[in-house]
């Protein structure tokens, strides 16, 4: 016999926006893990405001105006911001408070401390990964509040609430979770890759281990830096997380256009593009790339 909590479970906003590679994605639809039902989207150029403009929200509204309106005006939705925002970490601490209030000023503090984020102003984000007594393992998680703030407020001003935001390498790790992919011993490289950026997400057991991210200039060469800084975070995951060759490498790249240099990485490691692990199905209404973390961000569980 059905609960009452069976017959009415919490609701996923059916409605997702995605900022990266100066696009501007919003998508209106629904996602069971299997079929993607889309029902709206809309695509613009967006480049992300400067903090330090004098109105930086004055280019955000008019594109949220016209997006919301293409999309039905939807009263929530979700938020995937660029990696590069974010900085993370796994970090342990003795004594743990147990009053919020105090929890707060000590992640901000270890956030500052640990995670050298060129921004002051920060909000941070924790999960416990490990606990005994007053000693945590945490996952922590910090990006600029100003820019976080400008983008709830914008939305907000358009009568849509904005109740998750997240990052693309993050929420693809979650559907990657949920499909039962990361759950193995060995340790698992999620590696995002797009036009303007390189992250890389390290997990073991399906718990994050690693999290880095680089930002690459339009003057570099990009498949040369890319090579590079690959080989200096597979030196790092060498020296620092395990002796042992990585297993397994999950990618996405944000456009054909991107070739990844798959000969830097060890001959027995297993390398899959997310979409096959996902089996993911490709829509012709919107691309790969953007679809992959869109869905992933309004996955409901039937």
């Known amino acids: 016999m059905n609960t009452f909590w069976e017959l009415l479970p919490p609701s996923m906003p059916d409605t997702s926006f995605l900022f990266e590679d100066e696009q501007a994605w919003g998508f209106r639809g629904n996602f069971d893990g299997k079929t993607l039902n889309l029902v709206s989207k809309v695509n613009e150029y967006f480049k992300l405001p400067s903090l330090e403009e004098e109105n930086p929200s004055e280019d955000i509204v008019p594109l949220l105006e016209r997006a919301l309106l293409s999309l039905g005006n939807p009263d929530r ?46 909000r941070v984000r924790h999960k416990i990964l490990e606990k005994e007594g007053d000693f945590v393992r945490i996952w922590i998680c910090a990006a600029p509040e100003d820019l976080l703030s400008l983008f709830e407020k914008s939305f907000k001003q358009k009568k849509c609430h904005i109740g998750y935001i997240t990052s693309p390498s993050l929420v693809i790790s979650e559907a990657l979770a949920r499909k039962g992919a990361l759950e193995t011993d060995d340790i698992v490289l999620i590696m995002n890759v797009t036009s303007k950026s390189l992250t890389f997400l390290f997990v073991k057991n399906a718990k994050p281990l690693f999290f880095r991210t680089k930002e690459i200039r339009e003057s570099s060469d990009f498949e040369e830096r890319v090579a590079q800084e690959i080989k200096l975070t597979l030196m790092f995951q060498r020296e620092k997380l395990s002796e042992k060759p990585l297993k397994k490498i999950i990618y996405r790249v944000s456009s054909p256009d991107i070739h990844l240099p798959f000969e830097e990485f060890d001959l027995m490691t297993e390398i899959f593009p997310v979409e096959k692990v996902l089996a993911f199905q490709e829509s012709p209404q919107i691309p790969l790339a953007a679809a992959i973390p869109l869905a992933s961000s309004i996955w409901e569980e039937k």
């Not at 956030?111 to 920060?122: M, Y």
């Open 77 to 122: 939705a979700s938020l995937i911001l660029p990696d590069t925002i974010y900085r993370m970490q796994v970090l342990d601490i003795d004594n743990f408070p147990k009053d919020q209030k105090e929890i707060k000023k000590v992640l901000l503090w270890q956030a500052r401390r640990n995670l050298a984020h060129p921004s002051n102003n920060l």
